[in-house]
């Protein structure tokens, strides 16, 4: 079985946000609700990395391990799933995670937490039938379904993110990190501006 | 002769040559072999400090840094967006699912089969002597409607709460995940919801009855007795007794902790910091079992424990034999009799008229 997982190569990433608009985009991701975020380091000076970030999909996922209605699930491509009809909005899931990944629309009374929404690999609902209307509005698109891979990952214009099992996307990445002899500046400002 | 001496000694001389020159070539040949390799190795030092960056990775401690919680400039406006990594729910999903859940429930559990294992070895605390059937008030119905209005929401939050701590343990094998999502979805409601009468109530039952509940004198005694459990005997006490006090003073301290605490967790639109909100959980799940538990002892003691308490407690009016075995000196400060002799000292010196007016004597 393939793991599916995210990795962001934080040499090639151009912060263009392409990834953002597109998750948001595919998935009709409601206002103030991120799925994935891009955060610069250094921002502005000589160095800056730009790294993308969404739900890493964990394989010990700890918003699973802490959920009171353990609404959670993982798919036999490992993709960590959870169920909007279940969740209770109590927000376990919020601070267990690392990644800062879910997300909490707030237009209740007093802001009040409503349904936990995460990426969802582009791999709809835990509940719903593959590419059934109420999968798209709840979840957003099913592409694994089709066959096809997140669309943030499958847009990205210089292939920093990269989606798909991590056995491959790994020796993407390590032939990648070969070829730039191990130098991680090889690429980016050293080597563009000789700093 | 002559010649064969010489030949020995000849001999001799060059045996002891050959030896030391095979010592000293095997000398000459262990040092080139330890010695030859070494400047090859200052050489490939001096290689590698000239290209400087292969020494160490320029992005280890870059990344390093990440791990640890550094953060970047991010489009999203969600507070803590640019924070990369944040590992501390990780102590929080250990504090909770390994330390907070056991230990509560094990604490819970100890506190059930104590109160049980007390009321079957030495049975409710009854009335010495006969009823005398004259009532004294004890609480008017102010008190008496703010400790149920407490109580019921207290009790309705405790279960709510256990509900969603210990569900997924206990609850989702006989109901399925399905089933226990609406009972939860219900349970968060409810607990969120009762939280703003708990804690109006809470704050109204605590000003007016801070007075009663500070420690006195008699209050030591009455502890190194234990409040007359083991022994039958009955120490003095004012109003309320040394027991009623801690456990006063235990519902002001975590009360006022699970209100903080649950105002800042129901209310993410004050924005407070996920560290934050992981502290106030924490806070919030241990001062609430710890405060479930000892509620169990003062719900055997209001209930069952203590003959004519809970009559208290819902008539206001107990009787003067009751009053006078449990609380002496409140009885006769209320009587406005001089206070038994053991404890003059501590009794109240506003005996008289006055207290009379406070503690109406009703004969029934």
Known sequence: ?195 | MLNSENNTTDEGSRRKRRNRRILWTFVAMWMIVVLAPIPGYFMTTDTVQAKGEFTDNPRSAYWGEIRQGGSGYTTDRAPEAGNLVNDSGELWRVLRNDTISPYGAWLIAFILVAVAGYFMFAGPMKVEGELSGTKIKRWNLYDRCIHWIVAVTFFVMSISGLILLYGRAVLIPLFGREGFAGLAMFCKDVHDLLGIPFAVALVMMILPWLKDNMFRSEDAEWLAKSGGMFDGSHPSSGKNNAGEKIWFWLLTIGGTVLIVSGVILVMPNLEPLRNTMITMHILHSVSGLILIAVSLGHTYMGSIGVEGAFNGMVTGEVDTAWAKQHHDLWYAEQMGEEAPAKAKKSAKSSSGPAGLSTGKVSAS
Not at chain 1, 43 to 53: L, R, T, Y
Not at chain 1, 99 to 115: S, T, Y
């Open chain 1, 1 to 195: 079985m393939a793991r599916m997982k995210f990795l962001c190569d934080a040499e090639r990433c151009i912060e263009c946000n392409a990834c953002i608009t597109a998750c948001k985009n595919e998935n009709d991701v409601p206002w103030g609700i991120n799925r994935r975020r891009v955060v610069t380091l250094n921002d502005g000076e000589p160095g800056e990395k730009s790294i993308s970030v969404a739900c890493m999909h964990c394989t010990d996922a700890p918003c699973q391990a802490v959920c009171p209605v353990d609404c959670f699930s993982t798919t036999s491509d490992g993709v960590v799933l959870h169920n909007k009809d279940m969740c209770i909005g109590c927000g376990y899931c919020f601070y267990a995670c690392p990644f800062g990944a879910p997300q909490f629309p707030q237009n209740e009374a007093f802001g009040v937490r409503g349904k936990m929404d995460k990426c969802t690999y582009c791999a709809g609902g835990p509940e719903t039938a593959d590419g059934s209307a109420e999968e798209e509005s709840k979840y957003g698109s099913n592409r694994l379904a089709e066959g096809k891979l997140p669309l943030c990952a499958e847009m990205c214009s210089t292939k920093a993110l990269l989606a798909g099992d991590s056995d491959q996307i790994s020796q993407t990445f390590t032939s990648r990190v070969m070829q730039r002899g191990g130098r991680p500046d090889t690429w980016g400002w050293s080597s563009a501006y000789g700093e």
